[in-house]
């Protein structure tokens, strides 16, 4: 069994940066590939960053060159870098974890909130 626990979300200003962290609670993390989704009020979870096992890494357009995803095999953590937020960058943000081999199998975290606000 799969556990994520995401911690760093907060009450940022328009511009400001913050780092979020998701610790992966479980056995071969090395092998799944690792997402942040965002939820925004009243819409629906959307992908923001994905990391495969390999450490290619993809985004949304909407955040690309703001938001950086990475991973600590060692530490079975991921972490979501963003910067220059905005306020529509207000949500949910939910970490996703998809072993390589079971693709139709998917983890979630609770969720920590972002709120991007002057």
């Known amino acids: 069994q799969v556990q994520l626990v995401e911690s760093g979300g907060g009450l940022v200003q328009p511009g400001g940066s913050l780092t979020l962290s998701c610790v992966f609670w479980g056995t071969d993390f090395s092998n799944y590939y690792m997402a942040w989704y965002g939820q925004a009020p009243g819409k629906q979870r959307e992908l923001v960053a994905l990391?495969?096992?390999?450490?290619?890494?993809n985004y949304a357009d909407s955040v690309k060159g703001r938001f950086t995803i990475s991973r600590d095999n060692a530490k079975t953590t991921i972490y979501l870098q963003m910067s220059d937020l905005k306020p529509e960058d207000t949500a949910v943000y939910y970490c996703?974890?998809?072993?390589?081999?079971?693709?139709?199998?998917?983890?979630w975290g609770e969720g920590t909130l972002v709120t991007v606000s002057s």
């Open positions: 996703n974890a998809r072993p390589m081999q079971r693709p139709s199998v998917d983890y």
């Open positions: 990391i495969t096992p390999g450490s290619s890494s």
